[in-house]
Structures are given as structure tokens and as C-alpha cells.
């Protein structure tokens, strides 16, 4: 035991007897930790994402020889009940339909400053606190849920109203309350008047927005109206549904009720999970995520030991003369081989917990998660598991790249070096 304490002491006094090269040390650690966090971030919600649940699934059922989807809306009742038409049949526990709406507050169609740009889910407003992802696992008792709760209710009351995501509406220059006009880039010759009567939780939802599908649908009729002909995409204006079941089995009935339905055959209808059906869409982004994965963390890693690795062997290399004093005073080499190693250690775990665990914190309850945009998820919270993953990276890579010094140091004959004393 009193060993032990010994070498723990040697550890800590020799880690800062050059705090210059400790401290490089700690902060190329730091760095290096920081990026193989943030790419751990990104894959790891991309990897929850995507993994399938055998329990509480979402669908989402989407026209199926086209992309973009667009089905009409008519299709709406009929998918909401799953296609069931008998009460032996499979009906899902809830729904919700989208359609996408993308307009400008310059009307101006030339216009490209996006700061102006609005991409909206059109949707049953009562559907974003039990359909909307992460939003239907809010605690009632939490001030996001009530606050959100809140601004649902207004949409509810007034047909005009909007919720956007809090970056969004900074971009705009707006705040709740404020009223502005949205001119559509794909509902051509459609413009909407809205009022601002709330915001999403800051995190995933802070590029989105959401407003009344009847209001999308007024002024479709008004169009129509006012033109003497249908709108181009009144009978496209659906872009998927999302629909809830509660077990595997029940998804393949419901999806087989839906595949037989001769009312969604034209245009036909496909159904998915919702893990596969994002899955499909990050299919464009394989080449990026697998660079990611098996090429910049492993790169990273392989720098993190080689900068450690330089720096303990310097340190190896002037303290020739003290290892072999301390094999003259009876340490043997092991205890020597673990002094080395604890150094680096030390170093390791000190600097990959901090960078880790300051990232999680400062990403979280500062930028309110990671922006980095891929399709539909503008952020990332990083994980919990990051903080672990952070320190044993920094552990793992410090005991890889001290291994070759520690041996070198434990190693040294004591006959040679007090040979070179003159």
C-alpha cells in the first residue's frame, strides 16, 4: 500500500515538473477529444434514430413511385384509421399528416436571402405534442411542455397563427406576437398572413415551424375562387403521414391494410417505419457519415497518441539518469514501466474527461445542442455516454502512445548510462 502511495506521488510530481509540456499535452488532448465528441454526438443520435423499436412505433406512409411524396389530401381519413375496415382490423393509436410549405416574407421570387426563408410542417396543431418527435416525450410538468402547451393552444384558436423554432424567429427579426406576411415558393401565386403566437423548446425545433393545415387548405379553395381553376398542387398537398402503433405485429397488419386499400391506389401508398424511412433519407449523407466514422475518429485518434507519445518520450529521454538512480535504489522495472504509464494516464483521463464533460455542458445548456443541419434535424444533444466515451479516448489513446517510452524507460541499463557521467 505504501508502495503504491509512493508512485501515485511520483505520478502527480513528475506530471508537473514540466508544466509546459504538460499542459500542451492536456490541450491537444482537449482538442483532439472535442472533435471525436462531436462526431460521436452526430452518430450516435443518427444510430438512435435509425435503430428500430419493437415497441410504440412510428409509421410514416408516403406515395411510392415518386419522390418528393405527394398524395392528396383526401387520403388523410383513410390512412389515420389505417385502412381498417371492419372492427377486426388493426387501427393505429394516432396520426398526423404533413405537408411542406416553403415561402419567404420577400415577395420578390428572386429573393434568396434565407434569413427570410421559412420551411413550415403544415399539421393538425393538436398533433405536436403527441406525434412531434422528442415533443411527445415532455414532462407535463416541465416549462418547455407547458410553454409549448400554451402556444398550441392559441394555434388551435386562431387559424393565422404559427409556431416557429427560437433561431428561426431571431433570423426573422421577429417576436411573439408580431404579424408578417409569408410568400410560397413551391404554392406558386399562394401568400399567408400569420401572427407568431409561440415557440419551440430550444434544440431540435429551432429551425422549424409549424401552422393549420385548414388554413393551407383555405386558401387552396380561395384560389380556386379567385382563379376559376383547381391550384396546380390541391390534389399534391400531402406529403406524408406519420402513424402510431402500438407492437411489430401491428405494424405489418396495418401496413398490409394500407397495401390492399384500393382507395390508395392511385397514386399508390407505401408504408415504413419511421427508423427506416429516415434511414432512406440519410442515404445521401453515407459517404459523409462513414468518412466520419471510420476515417476522422480514428484519425484523430492515431494524432492523439502520437502527440503523446512525442511527449513522453522527451520526458523519457532527459530522465535516463533518474530511472536508472531509482534502479540503483531498488525500484524494479515494472514499477518504473507503471510510473511512465501513470504519467500519461494521468494526463489522459484529466484532460479527455474535462474536454469531454465541458463540451457536453456547454452544447447543451448553452448553443442548446449541436447545429449541425442534416435534413429535418437542424441540432444534437450530445449524450451522456460522450462524457465516458471522452475520458476513456483520452485514457486509451495516452496508454497506446506511452506504452513504446514507458518500455524504454524501464528498460535502461544503469551500467551504460552512469558509463556517459564524466
Same mark, same amino acid.
Given at each position: 500500500?505504501?508502495l ?21 499535452t ?9 472533435v471525436v465528441?462531436? @462526431?460521436? #454526438?452526430?452518430? =450516435?443520435? +443518427? $444510430? ?5 423499436? !419493437?415497441?410504440?412505433l412510428? &409509421?410514416? *406512409? ?10 392528396p389530401?383526401?387520403y388523410?381519413?383513410g390512412?389515420?384509421?389505417g ?14 399528416s ?9 415577395a ?5 436571402d434565407f434569413n427570410?426563408?421559412?420551411?413550415a410542417?403544415?399539421?393538425e396543431p393538436e398533433? @405536436?405534442? #403527441?406525434?412531434? =418527435?422528442? +415533443? $411527445?416525450?415532455?414532462s407535463?410538468?416541465? !416549462?418547455?411542455y407547458?410553454? &409549448?402547451? *400554451? ?29 408578417f ?11 399567408l ?12 425545433y429551432?429551425?422549424s415551424t409549424?401552422f ?5 387548405n ?13 391550384h396546380?398542387?390541391a390534389?399534391?398537398?400531402l ?10 405485429d401491428?405494424?405489418?397488419?396495418v401496413a398490409?391494410?394500407?397495401?390492399e386499400?384500393?382507395?390508395?391506389s392511385a397514386?399508390?401508398?407505401?408504408v415504413?417505419?419511421?427508423s427506416?424511412?429516415?434511414g ?21 485518434m492515431?494524432?492523439?497518441?502520437l502527440?503523446?507519445a ?12 533518474e ?6 535504489l531498488?525500484?524494479q522495472?515494472?514499477q518504473?514501466?507503471l ?21 457536453y455542458?456547454?452544447i ?15 441540432t ?7 462524457i465516458?466515451v ?16 514507458a518500455?524504454s ?5 544503469v551500467?551504460e ?6
Amino acid at each position: 500500500m505504501g508502495l503504491t502511495l509512493r508512485l501515485a506521488w511520483l505520478v502527480l510530481d513528475n506530471t508537473f515538473r514540466n508544466p509546459l509540456r504538460t499542459l500542451l499535452t492536456a490541450l491537444g488532448t482537449v482538442a483532439l477529444v472535442l472533435v471525436v465528441t462531436l @462526431v460521436y #454526438t452526430v452518430l =450516435d443520435n +443518427l $444510430d438512435r434514430i435509425t435503430t428500430e423499436k !419493437s415497441a410504440n412505433l412510428k &409509421l410514416i *406512409a408516403t406515395e411510392k413511385w415518386q419522390i418528393p411524396s405527394q398524395l392528396p389530401y383526401r387520403y388523410v381519413a383513410g390512412l389515420a384509421q389505417g385502412a381498417a375496415k371492419s372492427e377486426t382490423d388493426t387501427r393505429p393509436t394516432d396520426y398526423m399528416s404533413w405537408a411542406f410549405f416553403l415561402g419567404s416574407l420577400e415577395a420578390d421570387q428572386s429573393s434568396r436571402d434565407f434569413n427570410s426563408f421559412i420551411f413550415a410542417f403544415v399539421m393538425e396543431p393538436e398533433k @405536436v405534442l #403527441t406525434m412531434m =418527435d422528442e +415533443l $411527445d416525450e415532455l414532462s407535463p410538468d416541465s !416549462s418547455d411542455y407547458k410553454n &409549448l402547451a *400554451a402556444a398550441v393552444e392559441k394555434l388551435k384558436q386562431n387559424k393565422q397563427g404559427i409556431i416557429l423554432g427560437q433561431s428561426r424567429m431571431k433570423k426573422l427579426n421577429k417576436k411573439v406576437g408580431d404579424r408578417f406576411k409569408l410568400y410560397s415558393r413551391n404554392y406558386k401565386d399562394i401568400s399567408l398572413e400569420f401572427e407568431i403566437v409561440g415557440t419551440f423548446p430550444q434544440g431540435r425545433y429551432d429551425e422549424s415551424t409549424t401552422f393549420r393545415r385548414d388554413y393551407l387548405n383555405s386558401a387552396l379553395d380561395q384560389y380556386q375562387r379567385d382563379k376559376g381553376k383547381a391550384h396546380p398542387l390541391a390534389d399534391k398537398s400531402l406529403n406524408l403521414v406519420w402513424l402510431r402503433v402500438p407492437t411489430r405485429d401491428a405494424f405489418n397488419e396495418v401496413a398490409n391494410q394500407i397495401a390492399e386499400a384500393p382507395e390508395f391506389s392511385a397514386p399508390a401508398v407505401k408504408v415504413e417505419t419511421a427508423s427506416s424511412g429516415i434511414g432512406n433519407f440519410l442515404e445521401g449523407y453515407r459517404d459523409l457519415l462513414w468518412g466520419a466514422r471510420f476515417l476522422l475518429a480514428p484519425a484523430c485518434m492515431a494524432t492523439l497518441a502520437l502527440v503523446i507519445a512525442n511527449s513522453i518520450s522527451i520526458s523519457v529521454r532527459e530522465r535516463q539518469q533518474e530511472f536508472a538512480v531509482m534502479k540503483v535504489l531498488g525500484f524494479q522495472p515494472y514499477q518504473i514501466l507503471l510510473l511512465v504509464l501513470g504519467e500519461a494516464l494521468f494526463v489522459g483521463v484529466v484532460a479527455g474527461f474535462f474536454s469531454a464533460t465541458a463540451t457536453y455542458a456547454f452544447i447543451n445548456f448553452g448553443l442548446g445542442g449541436l447545429p449541425f443541419k442534416i435534413g429535418f434535424l437542424p441540432t444534437f444533444d450530445v449524450p451522456v455516454s460522450a462524457i465516458l466515451v471522452g475520458t476513456f479516448m483520452g485514457a486509451g489513446t495516452a496508454l497506446l502512445g506511452s506504452l513504446i517510452p514507458a518500455w524504454s524507460a524501464c528498460s535502461v541499463k544503469v551500467s551504460e548510462i552512469f558509463s556517459r557521467v564524466t
